[in-house]
């Protein structure tokens, strides 16, 4: 169906390191967004990719829609222990009625050991 | 951060009792959503709204339904609460059909 598949669930990094995470589907999205949601707040948009190939920085994060827009990936360079949270994908896919609606992947909790 | 309010913040309430959860936006965006989170189901669509008077239904929307009779404000109800009920409930706003959705702070609401 229009699931989306986050990747991984849970992460357990030292502070500085590199963090990767993704979202792939056998669905086409026209629209990539990626949200943090940090404990009992709501979730904070971090960047929107709106064509396939894009790649969108937003200081140390890095997004890609990727280019059979299937799947999208999300970089965290250098991370500092406020990148705690959990990061969630989130695509818009078109409907077999033709309209659009939002999917949200599962979300990827990452901890950040100082 | 967009100006999006949620009351209330938290709310114990009995099975069987209606309650009233209210979305407050000062953005003047057209869409409004609500939205419920638990754990192993992620972000789950109820109900939403393209303008006054206009709404429409999500992927849950049994046992709820929703008002907007003024651009600010997006109600949700659930009429005869039940423990299925008992969830996060976030409202989301966007300006257009864009998808950058912001949201507000979430309601906790548990039904006993």
């Known amino acids: 169906g229009q699931q989306l598949n986050q990747s991984p669930q849970s992460m357990f990094i030292q502070e500085g390191e590199d963090v990767s995470m993704n979202c792939t589907s056998s669905s086409i999205f026209n629209t990539w967004l990626w949200y943090k949601q940090e404990p009992g707040e709501g979730p904070v948009l971090l960047i929107a990719l709106y064509k396939a190939g894009e790649l969108t920085s937003n200081g140390r994060l890095t997004a890609q829609f990727g280019i059979t827009r299937k799947d999208s990936f999300l970089n965290i360079s250098a991370s500092i222990p406020s990148d705690v949270g959990i990061y969630f994908c989130a695509g818009t896919i078109t409907s077999q009625g033709g309209s659009e609606k939002l999917v949200f992947g599962k979300g990827t909790k990452l901890t950040v050991n100082p | 951060d967009a100006g999006i309010t949620q009351s209330p913040r938290h709310k114990v309430t009995e099975t069987g009792t209606p309650v009233t959860l209210r979305c407050h936006q000062t953005?003047?965006?057209?869409?409004m959503y609500w939205y419920r989170q638990d754990p192993g189901h992620g972000l789950r669509l109820i109900h939403y709204s393209y303008g006054v008077k206009d709404t429409d239904k999500g992927e849950v929307s049994d046992g709820y339904s929703v008002s907007r009779s003024k651009t600010e404000d997006f109600l949700l109800t659930l009429e005869s609460a039940t423990s299925s009920q008992t969830s996060v409930y976030f409202c989301?706003?966007?300006?257009?059909?864009?998808?950058?959705?912001?949201f507000g702070p979430g309601t906790r609401l548990t039904v006993t």
């Open positions: 953005e003047n965006h057209r869409y």
């Open positions: 989301a706003i966007s300006p257009a059909q864009t998808y950058e959705q912001y």
